[in-house]
T-cell receptor, first 112, second 111 residues
């Protein structure tokens, strides 16, 4: 029952450092997404993918890159971390026709 | 009007009470709506879908009011375990590929 697995769960970065949040799903879902959740704001879409080799920007893509080389994996890269990227990040997946979005357990990122 | 608006609460209710939350949306073309539940420091999980005819699942009832563009979630006989944040989710662009999440309404059920 792995579902959506994201790592690391907690990370502290210094301003300017880069890192990759890993996300994998074992449900053979076509759609995968990355969201960030900040106090007082709803989940905001960073990037999404509708299948291997296809990615697109969401509402808040600046400072982040993604790739989708396989159906299972959808890593999120922070290019040069900034304090404004301090947030909780959720990876999510669903089928192309399904209504249920499955989320990973979240990654708490602090940029100092 | 914002795409999705929710009262953040918190709603503090005693055990056994009935509580209702509303969520207003701006896109009149939206067809599908959802309520997700998010426990503290956990990921959101689908609670229920909202259909034109309404949807009931045990103590939970979801309703859609298209004329006034809001959806509602009613919880009867509240349990301590119902304490969570309830997120309203509305698809964009006529489909579910992108969705808008509300900020959530926090419910605290008190013994």
């Amino acid at each position: 029952n792995a579902g959506v697995t994201q790592t690391p769960k907690f990370q502290v970065l210094k301003t300017g450092q880069s890192m990759t949040l890993q996300c994998a799903q074992d449900m053979n879902h076509e759609y995968m997404s990355w969201y960030r959740q900040d106090p007082g704001m709803g989940l905001r879409l960073i990037h999404y993918s509708v299948g291997a080799g296809i990615t697109d920007q969401g509402e808040v893509p600046n400072g982040y890159n993604v790739s989708r080389s396989t159906t299972e994996d959808f890593p999120l890269r922070l290019l040069s971390a900034a304090p404004s990227q301090t947030s909780v990040y959720f990876c999510a997946s669903r089928t192309s026709s399904g209504n249920t979005i499955y989320f990973g357990e979240g990654s708490w990122l602090t940029v100092v | 009007r914002k795409e999705v608006e929710q009262d953040p609460g918190p709603f503090n209710v005693p055990e056994g009470a009935t509580v209702a939350f509303n969520c207003t949306y701006s896109n009149s073309a939206s067809q599908s709506f959802f309520w997700y539940r998010q426990d503290c420091r956990k990921e959101p999980k689908l609670l229920m879908s909202v259909y034109s005819s309404g949807n009931e699942d045990g103590r939970f009832t979801a309703q859609l009011n298209r004329a006034s563009q809001y959806i509602s979630l009613l919880i009867r006989d509240s349990k301590l375990s119902d304490s969570a944040t309830y997120l309203c989710v509305v698809p964009r662009e006529g489909g579910y590929q992108k969705v808008t999440f509300g900020i959530g309404t926090k419910l605290q059920v008190i013994p």
